[in-house]
């Protein structure tokens, strides 16, 4: 049996939750948002609990069970707390500022980098070198923030670069160490 599967997902004050054929609908203070799910799972609510079970027990369908369950649960929590990835710009001169839904970044090029922010994503610049994705799609904040990331990831020198705020950069010592 799947663990995660056999998890109930509660369902916080203020969420609403829809369910339609393959699909459930999620409503909260943040957004709202929908997730669809395969023909083999089945979504149920009980109470202020949402409930995933499986029709069959082979392995393809006891997979999609702990998927699903996990999926809406991500949907849930979205709309309710959302998501963020704090990005940290490291190096001299390197700084990120916002002009209404356009992220400028200046990362040590000849040009600045204009990055258009997707629909549902927000981004704060607290500092010029703090960088705030907000979001209530899990996997759109994440695929923003790697994709920052990826204009100039960093080195392992000098740490120089943008970096996820809990990431660590193994460093290398350089010509000296020989």
Partial sequence: MSRIGLKKVK?????????????????????????????????????DELSVSRSSDTPFVRSLHGLTRSEISNVVTGVTNGYERILDILGVGYRASLEGRTL???LGFSHLIRFDLPEGIDAVVEKQTT??????????????????????PPEPYKGKGVKYRDEQIIRKEGKKGK
Avoid: D, M, Q
Avoid at 12 to 35: D, F, M, N, W, Y
Avoid at 132 to 141: F, S, W
């Fill in 104 to 106: 400028v970044l200046n």
């Fill in 11 to 47: 369902i916080p004050k203020g969420v609403e939750i829809t369910l339609a054929p393959g699909r459930v609908h999620v409503k909260g203070p943040k957004g709202s948002a929908s997730h669809a799910f395969r023909s083999e799972v089945s979504v149920s609510i009980e109470g």
């Fill in 131 to 152: 960088v705030i994705i907000k979001g209530i799609n899990k996997y759109l904040v994440g695929a923003v923030a790697a994709n920052i990331r990826s204009f100039r």
